[in-house]
T-cell receptor, first 112, second 106 residues
Framework: NAGVTQTPKFQVLKTGQSMTLQCAQD?????MYWYRQDPGMGLRLIYY???????DKGEVPNGYNVSRLNKREFSLRLESAAPSQTSVYFC???????????FGQGTRLTVV | KNEVEQSPQNLTAQEGEFITINCSYS?????LHWLQQHPGGGIVSLFM???GKKKHGRLIATINIQEKHSSLHITASHPRDSAVYIC????????FGTGTSLTVIP
């Protein structure tokens, strides 16, 4: 089992460029999440999907869109990247009250 | 506003020492997670707690729901324990601490 797989691991974008971060899990989990991690701050929720076909905004959704393509995959899209979106992004699944949490390896994104 | 406070922020220990990391929170919760993040690495779940105490090898996690406090203990610390330890609390929504950076010196 691969767990939660995130791609790419590193990315440098110019301001205004777009990109999609991919996330897939092979554990048949219903809920999936996108977080960003910035220095001196806890992880902050961008978007989440409680189940296939549903998505909801988290704490910091502005500038992002998501797609829950199927039960396995949950992608995060930056339509027009800004320097403020420089961060480390983590995909997670099943962060809840019944099981342990599962996180991807992270994507380090720099917007110049 | 900080729903989750961790202490200490940074911790340096000699190999073999007993280590305690604390997490205090201000919101009502259904569960608390302890997570581990190695430098430049992904995040790994150590424990999920809703009450009491759990033990995995040299790691012990406790939670006091009434006090809104949890502790993570590492017995016989080892350099490979060097990492950032993150507390996350919640139920429908989770709040994360900023982490405790642990360095264990041989």
């Amino acid at each position: 089992n691969a767990g939660v797989t995130q791609t790419p691991k590193f990315q440098v974008l110019k301001t205004g460029q777009s990109m999609t971060l991919q996330c897939a899990q092979d554990m048949n989990h219903n809920s999936m999440y996108w977080y960003r991690q910035d220095p001196g701050m806890g992880l902050r929720l961008i978007y989440y999907s409680a189940s296939e076909g549903t998505t909801d905004k988290g704490e910091v959704p502005n500038g992002y869109n998501v797609s829950r393509l199927n039960k396995r995959e949950f992608s995060l899209r930056l339509e027009s990247a800004a320097p403020s979106q420089t961060s480390v992004y983590f995909c997670a699944s099943e962060l809840g009250t019944n099981t342990e949490a599962f996180f991807g390896q992270g994507t380090r994104l720099t917007v110049v | 506003k900080n729903e989750v406070e961790q202490s200490p922020q940074n911790l340096t220990a000699q190999e073999g020492e007993f280590i305690t990391i604390n997490c205090s929170y201000s919101v009502g919760i259904s569960a608390l997670h302890w997570l581990q993040q190695h430098p430049g690495g992904g995040i790994v779940s150590l424990f999920m707690l809703s009450s009491g105490k759990k033990k995995h090898g040299r790691l012990i996690a406790t939670i006091n729901i009434q006090e809104k406090h949890s502790s993570l203990h590492i017995t016989a610390s080892h350099p490979r324990d060097s990492a950032v330890y993150i507390c996350a609390v919640g139920g429908n929504q989770f709040y994360f601490g900023t982490g405790t950076s642990l360095t264990v010196i041989p």
